[in-house]
């Protein structure tokens, strides 16, 4: 999950902090050394993160671009300029457009903004900006809520007192609701000083960056791993007190299954599985991220020089052609399997069901699934090149079917125009010229586009009418046909208008 850091470098930032030491601080050295503080943690701890830093004032700027080099986002933090007043919506509109000309509107984020809680004076102020929310003007827009999945995390560089007094805290928890609420308001609790400033990005890191390390499990063979991005909590809308669940630090592996078995079911997400080294040494964990901090990460770089449970699946998994049904926690199960990624190098990947007991239809309950040997008789049959997966339903899903989509009108155009090229071709197109038409007129009749019926009948009869003196007498017959079947069924007329009816070709006495 992406971030981006916001760091507020307005005059008001540049206010003294008194301490008790000689030494003077400014409210944007505590920020700064809040960030590095984080910085250094990521580094260490959560290396694959990909982080972008941005300043802003009355303007924005984007000082480092997405990178996994903490170096130089500590470098372009330590030589941050001053500048003008704060405008907060600005800046949101630049974390809007960095983050959706990188990652599009898919991907979720995070955004944290670094601020010392002032609000900002006159136009663009975040007061203002509050205060004409429901009358914007006609060209502009307030960024919030974002077109992509986001965390919002407003880290205040004062404490509750003084955000209270100025009123500010209620309008930095509006702007948070208006983000979706997911995230939160950090204050310093206590004297505004540089170690209430460490606790406060404490709170972040353990919020939001606190590695996901767990115990893989298989049998008597297992192996300490991180899941990267850490797993987040899911809600079951369907349950009467719907409680967040969380992936279990002990991951069961449950059975092996075949890829073609597993089809393509639906995840809500995806992550890697890095092994931990027992040591937890920089140099033996083996993590795979180089100096460089390549992209990706392959297994057997991942492994080090000590033997990993870990590696031993990534392997196993790829050759073979299988992936790993782990449970996640009570009713709720996962896959693991083995990816490559640009650079021909495979990796360690863990795909997350929705919690419940039958997350893939076509398996049936998970629970129930076991070995062949405990199977009265052989469900594969004498020959086991044969998968008895994806089990058929008894009746045939409307999803399973070829279903026709307008989505542009490009597309209905398409349609339109196959049916009249087939329509040139008569009679050697007969049959498909009546498969297109019999597609798009069970399409206009789902969606009641009797309108469309009427203007391809036309088409048709005007394509009779200019059909040339070489063209087959059957051609004529069979348009004036499908554009009185057409008209017909245009009409809501209950035998010419079902959905199941098929136009068929007008029999003749012409032969091709």
Same mark, same amino acid.
């Given at each position: 999950?992406?971030?981006?850091? %916001?760091?507020?470098?307005? %005059?008001?930032?540049?206010?003294?902090?008194?301490?008790?030491?000689?030494?003077?601080?400014?409210?944007?050295?505590?920020?700064?050394?809040?960030?590095?503080?984080?910085?250094?943690?990521?580094?260490?701890?959560?290396?694959?993160?990909?982080?972008?830093?941005?300043?802003?004032? !009355?303007?924005?700027?984007?000082?480092?671009?997405?990178?996994?080099?903490?170096?130089?986002?500590?470098?372009?933090? #330590?030589?941050?300029?001053?500048?003008?007043?704060?405008?907060?919506?600005?800046?949101?509109?630049?974390?809007?457009?960095? @983050?959706?000309?990188?990652?599009?509107?898919?991907?979720?984020?995070?955004?944290?903004?670094?601020?010392?809680?002032?609000?900002?004076?006159?136009?663009?102020?975040?007061?203002? #900006?509050?205060?004409?929310?429901?009358?914007? /003007?006609?060209?502009?827009?307030?960024?919030?809520?974002?077109?992509?999945?986001?965390?919002?995390?407003?880290?205040?560089?004062?404490?509750?007192?003084?955000?209270?007094?100025?009123?500010?805290?209620?309008?930095?928890?509006?702007? %948070?609701?208006?983000?979706?609420?997911?995230?939160?308001?950090?204050?310093?609790?206590?004297?505004?000083?540089?170690?209430?400033?460490?606790?406060?990005?404490?709170?972040?890191?353990?919020?939001?960056? *606190?590695?996901?390390?767990?115990?893989?499990?298989?049998?008597?063979?297992?192996?300490?791993?991180?899941?990267?991005?850490?797993?987040?909590?899911?809600?079951?809308?369907?349950?009467?007190?719907?409680?967040?669940?969380?992936?279990?630090?002990?991951?069961?592996?449950?059975?092996?299954?075949?890829?073609?078995?597993?089809? #393509?079911?639906?995840?809500?997400?995806?992550?890697?599985?890095?092994?931990? /080294?027992?040591?937890?040494?920089?140099?033996?964990?083996?993590?795979?991220?180089?100096?460089?901090?390549?992209?990706? @990460? #392959?297994?057997?770089?991942?492994?080090?020089? !000590?033997?990993?449970?870990?590696?031993?699946?990534?392997? *196993? %998994?790829?050759?073979?052609?299988?992936?790993?049904?782990?449970?996640?926690?009570?009713?709720?199960?996962?896959?693991?399997?083995?990816?490559?990624?640009?650079?021909?190098?495979?990796?360690?990947?863990?795909?997350?069901?929705?919690?419940?007991?039958?997350?893939?239809?076509?398996?049936?309950?998970?629970?129930?699934?076991?070995?062949?040997?405990?199977?009265?008789?052989?469900?594969?049959?004498?020959?086991?090149?044969? !998968?008895?997966?994806?089990?058929?339903?008894?009746?045939?899903?409307?999803?399973?079917?070829?279903?026709?989509?307008?989505?542009?009108?490009?597309?209905?155009?398409?349609?339109?125009?196959?049916?009249?090229?087939?329509?040139?071709?008569?009679?050697?197109?007969?049959?498909?010229?009546?498969?297109?038409?019999?597609?798009?007129?069970?399409?206009?009749?789902?969606?009641?586009?009797?309108?469309?019926?009427?203007?391809?009948?036309?088409?048709?009869?005007?394509?009779?009418?200019?059909?040339?003196?070489?063209?087959?007498?059957?051609?004529?017959?069979?348009?004036?046909?499908?554009?009185?079947?057409?008209?017909?069924?245009?009409?809501?007329?209950?035998?010419?208008? /079902?959905?199941?009816?098929?136009?068929?070709?007008?029999?003749?006495?012409? *032969?091709?």
């Amino acid at each position: 999950m992406p971030t981006v850091v %916001l760091v507020d470098a307005s %005059l008001s930032m540049t206010r003294p902090v008194c301490q008790d030491s000689s030494e003077e601080f400014q409210r944007k050295n505590l920020a700064v050394h809040g960030l590095n503080m984080l910085f250094e943690h990521m580094a260490s701890n959560y290396r694959l993160e990909f982080t972008a830093l941005m300043a802003f004032s !009355s303007l924005w700027e984007l000082l480092v671009p997405f990178t996994r080099d903490y170096n130089a986002l500590q470098d372009a933090l #330590s030589g941050l300029d001053d500048y003008d007043k704060t405008c907060v919506e600005s800046a949101l509109n630049g974390v809007n457009n960095v @983050v959706q000309q990188e990652w599009g509107s898919g991907c979720p984020c995070q955004v944290v903004l670094v601020t010392d809680g002032s609000l900002g004076i006159g136009k663009g102020s975040l007061r203002h #900006s509050l205060q004409t929310l429901k009358h914007p /003007a006609e060209d502009k827009k307030f960024p919030l809520p974002f077109p992509f999945p986001a965390k919002i995390f407003i880290m205040c560089v004062a404490n509750t007192e003084e955000l209270n007094m100025t009123g500010a805290l209620d309008k930095w928890e509006e702007l %948070l609701c208006l983000g979706g609420g997911d995230g939160e308001v950090f204050t310093v609790e206590g004297a505004l000083c540089m170690q209430g400033v460490q606790a406060m990005f404490g709170r972040l890191i353990d919020r939001a960056y *606190s590695p996901f390390h767990a115990v893989l499990h298989c049998g008597n063979l297992s192996s300490d791993v991180q899941v990267f991005p850490r797993p987040e909590p899911v809600v079951v809308d369907e349950e009467v007190e719907p409680l967040p669940r969380t992936v279990n630090t002990d991951l069961e592996i449950m059975g092996f299954i075949e890829i073609a078995d597993i089809s #393509s079911p639906p995840v809500i997400s995806r992550h890697l599985v890095l092994p931990i /080294a027992v040591n937890k040494e920089v140099d033996d964990m083996g993590t795979g991220v180089t100096e460089e901090l390549e992209e990706e @990460v #392959s297994a057997s770089q991942m492994a080090g020089k !000590s033997p990993n449970f870990c590696v031993l699946l990534h392997g *196993s %998994l790829k050759v073979e052609g299988m992936v790993a049904l782990v449970q996640l926690g009570p009713e709720w199960f996962g896959m693991l399997y083995s990816q490559a990624d640009s650079k021909k190098k495979s990796n360690l990947m863990m795909s997350v069901f929705e919690p419940g007991p039958e997350p893939l239809p076509w398996l049936g309950k998970s629970a129930h699934l076991g070995p062949i040997s405990e199977a009265a008789e052989n469900p594969y049959g004498e020959d086991d090149s044969k !998968s008895p997966f994806p089990l058929q339903p008894p009746v045939k899903r409307s999803y399973a079917q070829n279903v026709t989509v307008w989505i542009k009108a490009s597309g209905l155009q398409t349609d339109v125009q196959k049916i009249l090229r087939n329509a040139r071709k008569l009679p050697d197109k007969t049959q498909t010229f009546y498969k297109e038409l019999n597609r798009l007129r069970k399409a206009a009749l789902a969606f009641g586009f009797w309108d469309l019926l009427k203007r391809v009948a036309e088409l048709l009869e005007r394509e009779c009418t200019m059909l040339p003196d070489s063209a087959h007498p059957d051609a004529a017959f069979q348009l004036s046909h499908a554009a009185q079947q057409l008209k017909l069924a245009s009409t809501g007329d209950s035998q010419y208008a /079902a959905f199941d009816h098929n136009i068929v070709p007008m029999h003749t006495d012409f *032969s091709s």
